[in-house]
């Protein structure tokens, strides 16, 4: 593969993007320390193995469906392909194992060039897709905001959640099914959240703004430490779609966490909704949205189911090695664009699920104040010898003399001196018990074989020939169309208030009807 | 022995903290080594002998050089240290009897009790602002034994707990059941901060405390400002006070 000197600069840009935002990003968390888990051991792990896997994973993937695709198709449902797994994690922890490696004299920064400038490639063009309705390429290039839906989901959204204040039943249910499902997605995944995301803000009015909450692989799925404790999860993915009053949403990151001003607290929900899906749905469907009362007892219930859950998971944690805690810390981060499998339905245990021995290897350096520290040198001070540039420099963020991810020689263009690949797959190992065969879809629960068929076979109406490329420029144009009408009612075919409405309303239209 | 590609660089300079150096130096003597054995270009080398001749038992070899030379590792994750004591520092405050135990953070504030009783006695990053500030009883949560003992005894009412730990994983089972909380790490957007405005927790992170002993009554000034993003970006102080009130 020849590259060419436009490849380069539009790869280096790329990485340049994600070392500014990654260090805004670590900046106001800290290194994250748990005191049940070996947390930066786990991450550290998990990088190496996003450094030798993804290059091949993501081709292989690609075989099936290309990035852009996958993103048309992940833009209509919440699954673990939003943030923080794809604006942030896919790019930056496969350049974190990068400069690892190069830091301990492993490799150079012209070292598996052609998966480096893959890897980019793919993760621009799956971001540019998902964020087609915004036209940007991540939160970050969007002033830190995230407006992905279209119009004809948002209305849905919009029109069929119910209103609610602080005290009464199911504002009351709601806030404590978020906080519940919260505390379970952390522990499904290890102290990371990776489990939720936020989107949004969307404005509703002069007044109320609305942000849509995924809780994401909650379901006895990929992991195999939910198989048995997580039998109870009805659904794998839940969505929130959640109006506030009185609160702007400043800050929806590329960590898919939030920001608001002033603080936001419960007392400024004044409308929920829910929702599942996942690659075998169309797109999502409303779970438990027949009425006020129905919603409050699903959101009780579902509730229940997380924190039932979440004591018999602890329970199950708690009895862990601590090899067992890093493999199932490390699977989670590296797997985290898992579901970019599952939709393109070529989905393998084998490769999701394991740890590569390549990264293997590493693990007996990682002891807690090892990983601990060089986690921070290689996030907060840029200390690492490969992460400095000349002293005239001033990085974003933090004005000191350094980069994040080092940059690839422009010299290979001359030279040729590089090496293209970290390879094929190798095969991988686990100190967890194997995943059982049985996977929790919208299509109920299916073996991974039928899983992989179905998603092969199945492709969302919105997003077939006939309407992905009805896009919002082309509605604002053609809403009196035939193809739109049929648009719209494809997506209002769940929608208790907006079923056959077609696509001629306008947001004040929509608050006429919830009004009715 | 040959040079590696970092062996050049015009602007690196040393590690900030010495397990990393030390570990990072010991490393890249090692693949020097290993490419001036194998005989080959660095191309060859990369991704072929550099991958399977240097192995796990490699790296468990600078791991014991270092514990050789009398270094025992800081630990975070109570599994880590259980399960190898020998390589760790001594894990205290994490037994049974918390009654002399108390974080002793050097940067918290302090100051003899007030004329309503209040002694100063640390700070912390408010996740939430109340109407009110929260009294209640400091108690230590720091392993999984406290934590399994309150989740089959249930938490006491009133229990502000005073946690290390910026996750949400250690106390998952019984987050809900604390009334208050005051988190040695963190920021306010760390996970235990999350957490605990999902459920109404007032919170502090990246509290420094000191002399609070496990039962003492504490108040939180929860009626602080919550500590913004900006804030932390801009290194701007913005705390709330935490108090030890007489019984």
Redo the contacts between chains.
Sequence with gaps: MKLSYAQLLETNNLIQQNTDETYWLCLTRTVQESKLFPVSPYMILSYFMCFYRYPALLRKIEQHMSAEDIGDRARNMGIKIQNPSMGWCLPSFYLLGREYLITMGLIRPQDALEDVVYVMDFWKRYELAWHRNDGHLTNRDFGHRAQVLPERRLQIFHADMYDCVEGDALHTAAQAFMAATSQYGFLVSCESRIALHNQGPYKLDDEREMIVRDFMDLAEGDYPWLDGVAAEMPYNNLTVPMAVKGVHFNIIDDWGSFESQPEFKAEHIVGVGLYTSDTLSEGYLPVGMGSREELTRTFEALAEKAKDATNKLWKRIAGWSRDQMIDAGAITYFSIVKDLAHVAGCYEMEDWMLIDERAERFRPLLNDEYSNMSLWEILGPLSNPCQRTNEYQLCQHANIPARMYSLIPYSVLKDGDYTATVGDLQPGVSYLPRKEDRYRTTQGVLSLAEYNRQAREFTPTVCDDDHRWLCESWLKYHHDTPAAEALYRAEQQHSRLLKDKGAGLRRADIERLRGD | MPR???DT?????????P??EA??GA??AM??QKLAASGQT??DF??GK??TG???D???A??QRLLDYGHR????????QQ?RPE??TAAQGVGEDLSTFSFEHPEAPTAAADAEGRELRGCGDNV??YNEDLIGTARYV???AT??NY?QNGVPPGTIAVI???????T??I??QFTGVICA???V???LG??T????IPCFM?SKISGIREGDTVRLECTAT?K??DA??KGIEMTGRIWRVAQ
């Excluded at chain 2, 405005?197 to 109404?200: A, V």
Aim: no cysteine; proline share 1%; aromatic share 14%.
């Design positions: 590696l590609y970092g660089d015009k602007f690196g300079e040393q590690n900030n903290t397990v990393v570990f990072h490393i890249r693949v020097r660095w191309q990369v991704f550099a991958v240097i192995t796990a490699d790296f468990r600078i791991d590792y800081l630990w975070s994750a109570l599994v880590s399960e390589a760790y939430v602002r720091r392993s999984s934590v399994l989740l290390d730990d910026s996750g949400g994983t250690l998952a089972p987050l809900e790490g963190g920021t957007r760390s996970h999350i957490l405005r999902e459920y109404g990246n919550a913004t993003a932390y970006q």
